[in-house]
């Protein structure tokens, strides 16, 4: 068995054409990689697959770095890839190698993977980095519910609380140097959590990650230079993260090209380089490109396509695309209608809790979807997704009183919500009937104090009393000293920012303590 698997490995690593060990690999269209010299001189006399035969899309080749890097680790020292049984090894350490597993897993975007891992890890050894981890993939943090069930409030609390202890054990950990209580710390200081959000601090603990060539610190640094707009230097920490095996990074980096943030627009790129995760294997990637070719304003809009995308990420564990699934075979999006899938997948969804799920679930039973009708069942799921917010139930829409123009705040519903959608089409509809209109007012655009009411009342679930008390409050002396505070961070960011970058180039130009790299020739840039 394990000498099977060291052959696998290492075709891996061999061209299929030319059955030599590759020097530069890239990824064709049909999903292969292929030494560059052989796959091109091939594309000059066919345009069919090596490996299946069937007509490729394109001919765009994109360089397959990871691969790269893992071949020219192999040559260097060949017998460090060679398989380990764990059993005949005296020092083995299975708690350390479940953690690397979770760790790859998670920069492959494998959330589903990575997340089982965590909660084995922290109910067999009761690892207290990987309770952290948990609440991050439950809070949304990483992962945002792709993949995980979103928990209640209460559970988010009460895990919250244990962390808390926690605290001084993590900045204990981080000031020795350990790379896991380092990332945590800069996340917790990067999004509020536990600490007031601090860029300054979160800055300097994810660059002494970066320094250790952390792939996870490299990307978090990237995110606070992102976040400030510096794309360049974004860009560049980005794809170090990326060579050291991070592909959100990659995911990230793909979204600059087709947001134009720092670069020229180009959805062509960012097919690019989201085919080259997919390549790789990475669940997220999938989902990524599903929304991509479903999105109106795409100039490649392909329902087919975008179908396969949500069916492969579905199959990778991404539960997010369960209800996408589930509106394509009721819609016939992509593929013929279906009513009996459509209900299945709704059925999924709802069952990781979705509000979206149970709702569709819910219309389901309510109109006889794939399912006899039901409108006790259809009515129970209606309850349930309420009670995960009503902020996808609010709608703001133009009208007309009596020839003046007039805005509306209308909260629909949930029983009533495809009736709305279906005859918000028509000219004249009566919103009563689907509704009640929560606010109202003439004009084209409801006055700012007005929307930020009804985000606080309906999209943050401030309660009323709350809104009362922050209503009309002057500004406190706690309040001016910490607009005074933010403005010192962003100075000191700014400072030890240019400070890091000064000393990242004289590190770079000195023979000593390392030589300039080269330039990438990756498709990102």
Known sequence: MEKQTDENFYNTLICPIICEMMVNPVVAADGHTYERSAIEEWLKKRD?????????????????????????????NPFFFKSKNLEDNPQKNTDKSMIELEREFRLKCDYKTSYELLEKLYQEEKNIFSLFFLYFYKSGVIGGNVAIPKPNKTELEEMKNILKEYKFYLKQESSKGNID??????????????????????????????????????????????????????????????EMGSYRALIILSYSYLNGNGVPKSEKKFIENMEIATANQCPLAYYELAQYYENEKSSRKDTELCFSYYKKSAEEGIILAYNKLGQMYENGIGIPKNFEMAFQFYQKSAETGSKEGLTNLGFCYKLGIGVLKDENKANNLFEQADKLGRDDLIYNLLGNDRGRKTWYFVLIERANLRNFLRDMKNDSTNLELYGKIIESGYGETPPEDIVKSIKKKYLCEIDEEEERQQKGRKPTVTDINQQKMDHKNTRELNERIKEYLSDTKKRERDPIRGRKESSCNCSIY
């Open 181 to 242: 209580s380092l990332y945590i710390l800069s996340i917790l200081y990067f999004n509020g959590i536990l600490f007031t959000e601090d860029l300054v601090k979160s800055y300097d603990l994810a660059k002494k990650g970066s320094e250790k060539n952390d792939p996870n610190c490299l990307c978090l640094l990237a995110q606070i230079f992102y976040k400030r707009e510096d794309y360049k230097n974004a860009r560049e920490y980005f794809m170090k993260a990326y």
């Open 48 to 76: 069919t697959s090596p490996m299946t035969g069937e007509k490729m899309k394109s001919k765009v080749l994109v360089d397959n770095f990871q691969l790269r890097s893992i071949i020219n680790l192999y040559k260097e």
